[in-house]
T-cell receptor, first 117, second 111 residues
Framework: SQTIHQWPATLVQPVGSPLSLECTVEGTSNPNLYWYRQAAGRGLQLLFY??????ISSEVPQNLSASRPQDRQFILSSKKLLLSDSGFYLC????????????????FGPGTRLTVT | TQLLEQSPQFLSIQEGENLTVYCNSS?????LQWYRQEPGEGPVLLVT?????EVKKLKRLTFQFGDARKDSSLHITAAQPGDTGLYLCAGLIAGTYKYIFGTGTRLKVLA
């Protein structure tokens, strides 16, 4: 069975400090990978997604970046955090295939609660 | 900008009542998922609907996908306190790998 891990679970960082959040998936190969941010009690905002190693699509221009150094590893980074970067960050994976016949579900990790002070 | 409008945003009902949550968009979706999320945890997938007009049932939950694949509904019959949580819909935009999420419905079922 497939599992998805995220760490750390919680993080408190000062404004201007760097950030690195990691997500790994087990039990599947060549997944699509996603980073979302969620404001308290609200829907999810897609930040980045990747359909393969080194392939990153950015949905929201901001001071965050993402990388996919390995097939099942997805990293969210920032060089200098802002107060507005606080939130609940979720990583998700899905299967892949032809986008015109693609209907795979997403499966989410446990999330990272980031507080920027 | 593609939006997925979800309503109502908040719902507080008594145990045993019925309710319906709606997701509406102007975009066509390849599929639509419904999730439930507990505080501090990731969303958990409840169901995926793929075909226009499709209806799926999961115990007391009934999910329907609109004929044009632009909207969906979730109906809960005889709600129980264990149904309490944040319900999210997510549409997979046709021809892409991108999902857009609804704004969420926070449901509280009182015993």
């Amino acid at each position: 069975s497939q599992t998805i891990h995220q760490w750390p679970a919680t993080l408190v960082q000062p404004v201007g400090s760097p950030l690195s959040l990691e997500c790994t998936v087990e039990g599947t190969s060549n997944p699509n990978l996603y980073w979302y941010r969620q404001a308290a009690g609200r829907g999810l905002q897609l930040l980045f997604y990747s359909v393969g190693i080194g392939q990153i699509s950015s949905e929201v221009p901001q001071n965050l970046s993402a990388s996919r150094p390995q097939d099942r590893q997805f990293i969210l980074s920032s060089k200098k955090l802002l107060l507005s970067d606080s939130g609940f960050y979720l990583c998700a994976w899905s299967g892949t295939g032809d986008p015109y016949s693609f209907s795979y579900e997403q499966y989410f990790g446990p999330g990272t609660r980031l507080t920027v002070t | 900008t593609q939006l997925l409008e979800q309503s109502p945003q908040f719902l507080s009902i008594q145990e045993g009542e019925n309710l319906t949550v709606y997701c509406n968009s102007s975009s066509v979706f390849s599929s639509l998922q419904w999730y439930r999320q507990e505080p501090g945890e990731g969303p958990v997938l409840l169901v995926t609907v793929v075909t226009g007009g499709e209806v799926k049932k999961l115990k007391r939950l009934t999910f329907q996908f609109g004929d044009a694949r632009k909207d969906s509904s979730l109906h809960i019959t005889a709600a129980q306190p264990g149904d309490t949580g944040l319900y999210l819909c997510a549409g997979l935009i046709a021809g892409t790998y991108k999902y857009i999420f609804g704004t969420g419905t926070r449901l509280k079922v009182l015993a």
